[in-house]
Each structure stands twice: as structure tokens, then as C-alpha cells.
């Protein structure tokens, strides 16, 4: 006996992951994808149409072929090869509660390990730099407004790109005690107060927003007035990061994306002396350990700390070098001679 996967994958994503998990719309959506390569790959190597695979046709074999494949043939890095992988053992952890039969299967496939990653060095902008970006916004141009507000909160509030997307109307108080509430990861919701600069822009913006449809409840809007995605968010940013290369050309090592302007909000807490702790709460960090990567790159504290420590004292004499009169005379002998004898 067989079991089609179609039935099992509709609980999966229709109950089990957001009602029983209470996922975010955002990880359920990178589950999705993860699945619908992994059906794709299936079918077209067992030679099936995605409707008719079972879940024995997705074996261990199969998905290790799977993963293989997006790396070598989708050019994708170890680290979305764990994030689909992830997606895969979850899936397989809900077959084996519905199906026991398939228990066996099930384990085999989520003992697959996750593939080491190498630890990446991060990039943030000093402060003349992140000037500069805001400097690079004319204000007269036809999103310069909007491009200026936008710039200014994430530097503020060090949000990821997705929640920068989903604040609300609502979710600004621009009047006494300025601040925004964010909906980050896992469905937390936290609050950034705002810089005064920060409310001015922000009221700028407002004041000349106007949606295509009046229902639109998402602060940031596209060209076409309707809300606008991550992708334009990040275009939004690389045009900024590239016409500040004028004043600082240094930013030319430094694409600029909105992950790096919150890798820059973390730093610069840091710099004026911030608690670790304090700056992951800023941030919505779920645990301490990811908000001290900013501390293992900070050079500049790694400086003051090293001159709180005295380094030893060298006593060994140093080597003896032949005085230059010497060198001057065995040079002489290293000569050619002015004619030869046979």
C-alpha cells in the first residue's frame, strides 16, 4: 500500500503549520517553496507527475539528490541548502505522527545532517558613510519623500526587510513618545522609539502618500501606489548605497542592502556603549548568542581591551649585525675581475 502525498502536504500547510505551530506567513511561504522544488525534482527524475507522487517515491536517496542539485545546478550556497533542508525534516516529522508505517522512511530521510557553513565576516557602514547614503536622497525627485523616510526607520529601528513591509498605519505614534511597533520573527511584536529627524521624515511622507486603493493599510508604497516588497525595498537601497560612492568611495566594497543597514544600527549601538543585552531586545534577537557576533567584529573594542593589557617585556638582545664597514669591504671581494689569466 501507498500513500499520496496530496493529502498529507494540504494538513501540513493548511493546520499543522499554522495553527498547531503557529508559523509566520513568512516561514510557512519558505516551506512552501522548499517543498514545491522538492516535488519538482522528484517527479521529473522518477519521471511522474507531481499529483501522482506518494511519499514513498520521496526517499532518502532522493532527497539528497535534491540538495545536491540546487547547489550545483541553482547555484545556491550551503546555507539555503540547510534552510530547505529544514523545511524537508519538518515535513517528514509531521508523515511519521500521521503515518506510523512510515516511520522507518521518515527517520532516514531526517537524519540527514545539515552541511557545515563557513562564518562570514560582517559588513556594516561607519557613520560618515551611512551619511552619506542619506545625503544621496534629493528630496525633489519623485519617490525622494518616501526614499527618505524609508532610509531613515530602518537606520533607526534596525529592522529586518519584512518588517519594515508590514508596519502599519497604526503601528506609528508620531506625537508624544514617537515610536513604531514592529511584528518580527515568531510572531513577537516589539517597539523602537524614533529619533525626532526620524518623525519629520516620516510625516513628510504621509502627508503626501496616496494609495491606489484606500484600503491599503502598509505605510511604504511602490511607484504604482500599491505596497511595497522586499525587492523594492533593496532596490531602494543599492541606488542610495551606489550614488554615495561619490563622497565615500569606500561603499564600493559594500553593496547596499537592508540587512547591511542593520548590521549598522547594531554596530553603532555598540560603539556608544550600549549593553549587549539592551541591543538584542532592540533588535528582536530570539537569543543572546546571535546579537554577540556584532562584539567578535568590533575591532575598535577589540583595541581598547587589548591596551587595558601590558604586553610582555622583550629582554633578548638584538641580533648582532656586522658593522658597515666590514660589508663594505667584503664587497669587494664579490667584484669582477678587470682581465683574466688562462
Known sequence: MTHSIAPLLKRFFSHYLPIQRKLSINT??????????????????????????????????????????????????????????????????????????????CQQVRSIPLKRTRHKSIDYLKEEEMQAVLDAVDINSRTGIRDKALLMLLYNTGARVSEIIGIELTDLQLN???????????????????????????????????????????????ANRGPITRFGIRHVTRKYGFLAQVKQPALKAKPLNPHRIRHTTAMHLL????????????????????????????????????????????????????????????????????????
Open 28 to 105: 510557512i511561504l519558505a516551506y512552501r517553496d522548499a517543498t514545491k522544488l522538492l516535488l519538482c525534482y522528484a517527479a521529473e527524475t522518477l519521471k511522474h507527475s507531481v499529483d501522482k507522487l506518494d511519499v514513498e517515491d520521496i526517499t532518502e536517496k532522493t532527497v539528497l539528490g535534491f540538495l545536491d542539485s540546487i547547489e550545483q545546478e541553482r547555484g545556491c550556497t550551503a546555507n539555503t541548502r540547510n534552510a530547505r533542508l529544514a523545511a524537508i525534516r519538518s515535513l517528514f516529522a509531521f508523515i511519521a505522527r500521521e503515518e506510523p508505517v512510515l516511520v522507518e522512511q
Open 176 to 222: 508624544k513618545a514617537p515610536q513604531v511597533k514592529l511584528h518580527g520573527k515568531g510572531n513577537k511584536d516589539r517597539s523602537c522609539p524614533l529619533w525626532s529627524e526620524t518623525v519629520t521624515a516620516l510625516n513628510a511622507y504621509i502627508r503626501q502618500r496616496t494609495p491606489k486603493d484606500p484600503e491599503t493599510k502598509q505605510i511604504f508604497l511602490n
Open 271 to 342: 560603539h556608544a556603549n550600549n549593553e549587549i543585552t539592551m541591543i538584542s531586545y532592540w533588535l528582536g534577537h530570539a537569543v543572546l548568542n546571535t546579537t554577540h557576533m556584532y562584539v567578535e567584529i568590533d575591532m575598535e573594542m577589540k583595541r581598547k581591551m587589548l591596551e587595558t593589557v601590558d604586553a610582555p617585556k622583550d629582554k633578548s638582545k638584538p641580533p648582532w649585525k656586522k658593522p658597515s664597514m666590514l660589508r663594505w669591504l667584503e664587497k669587494l671581494t664579490q667584484q669582477p675581475e678587470l682581465c683574466a689569466v688562462n
